[in-house]
């Protein structure tokens, strides 16, 4: 009796490849759980609808572990409480374990409700590299109703920036006099670096005026915005996975080993903070994004 026929070197060698690709894929997804980059319900969403995808061959107790907070002591009695098996993958949850997996997460991680009143100031930010300032200035090309507010700041300027127009660029006395005065609606030390801030008044007048403004901020400056202004729609940039930050943070070569790796660290602080703010936009797309950012001011 003959043996059964082996499969081509070159089928072999595919299947192995297509192997090694989802398995750096589910990697991939874990690293954007643990970064808070997906939340765990979007991303069981994705596997729901799609079973055979990575998220969908994602084990569960993989995904548990991939989450903030959660060891194997813990995984293992959240799997005993939701009646799941170890062996399941998110793709092959039953309809009641997939119900008891989201209740799960919702207690545990609740994602924000969209708000049913919406402001004509709109405050952007999110973490570093994210390309905030690259939607901002899509914003401001295209959208010309809206003030793309300009910050203060103690940096010096860039290659190719002009005070005025990007940032109005002021040395440390000079912002410190701009405190004083009360000029400022939010201003941070960024990075430990320097200060940045926005100043209240061109805010003021334009929404005086019924325009739209914009303020491309980072976290701290959010919070302070929230603050002064509860009414404000702060919506969160995010990366579409922790690897593309990475990329963009090592591609755009304006700081070293050292500084990337201590504003790596401040990212994942600043994902954490996501919860706050009232809507989460993905920058996959600069136009699709920046689009999406439009749509949430009050019209």
């Not at 939701?82 to 991680?109: C, H, M, N, S, T």
């Not at 103690?154 to 040395?171: I, L, N």
């Not at 320097?194 to 914009?214: F, K, M, Q």
């Amino acid at each position: 009796m003959s043996s059964p026929r082996r499969p081509p070197e070159v089928d072999r060698r595919a299947a192995s490849e297509r192997a090694v690709a989802a398995r750096r894929a589910r990697a991939a997804l874990k690293r954007d759980l643990a970064t808070r980059v997906t939340s765990p319900q979007e991303l069981a969403r994705r596997a729901f609808a799609a079973p055979d995808s990575p998220a969908g061959t994602l084990r569960v107790t993989e995904f548990l572990t991939a989450l903030p907070a959660i060891g194997e002591g813990k995984r293992d009695r959240i799997l005993e409480t939701l009646a799941i098996a170890p062996v399941k993958r998110l793709g092959g949850l039953g309809a009641r374990q997939r119900r008891d997996l989201l209740a799960f997460l919702d207690d545990r991680w609740p994602e924000p409700a969209p708000r049913t009143d919406r402001s004509r100031l709109i405050v952007l930010a999110g973490p570093t590299a994210v390309g905030k300032g690259t939607v901002a200035a899509h914003i401001k090309a295209h959208h010309p109703d809206i003030l793309l507010s300009i910050s203060a700041t103690t940096r010096a300027p860039r290659p190719g920036e002009r005070d005025g127009e990007h940032y109005f660029f002021v040395d440390d006395a000079g912002f410190d006099r701009l405190i004083a005065e009360g000029q400022l609606l939010e201003w941070a030390t960024v990075h430990n670096s320097h200060r940045y801030g926005t100043p209240r008044r061109p805010i003021e007048d334009a929404l005086e005026d019924g325009r739209t403004v914009l303020l491309e901020i980072d976290l701290q400056g959010a919070r302070q915005v929230r603050a002064a202004e509860p009414s404000a729609t702060l919506v969160f940039l995010l990366p579409p996975s922790w690897d593309e930050l990475v990329n963009r943070l090592v591609g755009r070569g304006t700081e070293d080993a050292e500084e990337r790796a201590r504003r790596l660290r401040t990212a994942r602080v600043e994902l954490a903070a996501q919860s706050e703010f009232d809507y989460r936009v993905v920058n996959d797309d600069v136009a699709r994004a920046a689009a999406e950012v439009v749509s949430l001011a009050a019209r």
